[in-house]
């Protein structure tokens, strides 16, 4: 009888252990609904990181999904989530606490991005639930509420859960003591921690966070003094950018279903590393290779307006955008144009077409001449943000048009000399499709394959 006694102490100590700890969840998405894009998308493989403010050394982490969902556990003990670190091996963590009521936390760690499913099976190795089937990388954790996939409660007794990584399978037990057969026990269970977490951490843990989000081809978000007391989903939203062989970065923007680039190119090599040839003297109308230079060959425009570039970098073989991006086709120009409300039979024609469409792609009014262009109610509708960076003329080298013409190549040769562009000027409130002699030197926007 002691011993019994004995055996259900320890597991209702190590079942209060659960409540000592606060599980976060949530799903970062892009600004993909933002001005006029169709919708946001997830953000996966993007790295969700929260600090104690009181003690930084407590960081808990997780990478979101394919669906750009995360998750994690706060201890009270602080004890640092190790997922900074990236794991050397596949590792199955044991469950905590072990022997459990009403729910446990399973921990993972693997050696490199992979398609992770996570089950749990009855004694018999009858299927009981699926907790996570997803690609993900570095470190990570789910959590049972000792229910099946019908969200029914089930009866205590030892459980094998299961973690599938490539061609890694690994198996552990744990021990679900007084279950909860045929229950549906999900609100009270959540219910139940909230108080118990409250209490606990009030007393041992500050509260307040900082959530920080970093990735690959996104804005580094940061949001601090979080209130956390109890399990939360913290959803988040985060700008996606683009970046350049040389390390610029550049805002993008979602217009119907395209992603374009939001800033004018300022890259200076190819996607390979090979220089672009800069050439500040008249040189430039004789050129044979693609090269690049500034407006008036003043850098101090480079940052407003990017650089100016004649056709021939766009179609060097060693690729000028970044990785995953490509300079538009004349065909990708009209769905834009197509999409901010242009008509098909308008946008085959010549010089001038549409309405406001050219408004809705400009931005920032300050830096463009009076005209119909920045009086149009629908000016920057769309946040493309196109700017007057002007042009440099291919037969005597010369720069026009700053403050009055934003001017775009397409990737699309008419023939052998000229190719179509697009502009946008103070004037007019739509927008000018026409051909260019391939030598000048005009703005790249990029478009996302």
Known sequence: MFKRTLFFSLCMILVQAVFAQIVIHGTVTDNGAEYLGNGAEPVSNAFVKLVDQADTNHIFSSYTNEQGQY????????VENNSLQKPDGFRLLQNYPNPFNPSTVISYELAHPSHVNIEVFNVLGQHVKTLLDAFQYGSGSVVWNATDDNNRGVASGLYIYSMKAGDVRINKKMLLIDGQMGSTATAAIHSSSVMNNQHFLNKQMSGKYTLSVSGVDIEVYKL????????????????????????NVYRTVKIGAQWWMAENLKVTHYRDGTPIPHVPDNTWTILRTGAYCAYNNDENNVATYGLL????????????????????????????????????????????????????????????????????????????????????????????????????????????????????????????RSAYVSNNGISIRCVRD
């Not at 998750?71 to 602080?78: D, H, N, P, Y």
């Not at 003094?225 to 939203?237: E, G, K, L, T």
């Open 224 to 247: 601090e003094n979080i209130n956390i007391s109890a399990d939360s989903y913290i959803d988040v939203s985060v700008n996606r950018v683009v970046r350049d062989y040389d390390g």
């Open 309 to 432: 570039y004649n056709w021939k970098a766009v179609i060097d073989t060693c690729i000028i955008s970044p990785e995953g991006w490509h300079v538009p086709t004349d065909e990708e120009w009209k769905r834009l144009e197509k999409f901010l409300g242009m008509s098909e039979s308008e946008t085959n024609n010549l010089n001038y077409r549409g309405t406001n469409e050219g408004s809705k792609l400009a931005g920032n009014a300050d830096l463009w001449s009076y005209g119909d262009l920045e009086i149009n109610p629908a000016f920057n509708e769309s946040g493309f943000f196109a700017l007057p960076g002007g042009w440099r003329v291919y037969y005597d080298g010369d720069f026009n048009d700053m403050g009055i013409a934003a001017v775009f190549w397409s990737s699309t040769l008419i023939n052998g000399y000229s190719v179509w562009r697009r502009a946008i000027t103070c004037d007019y409130s739509s927008i000018l």
């Open 71 to 78: 998750s994690f556990q706060i201890t009270a003990t602080g």
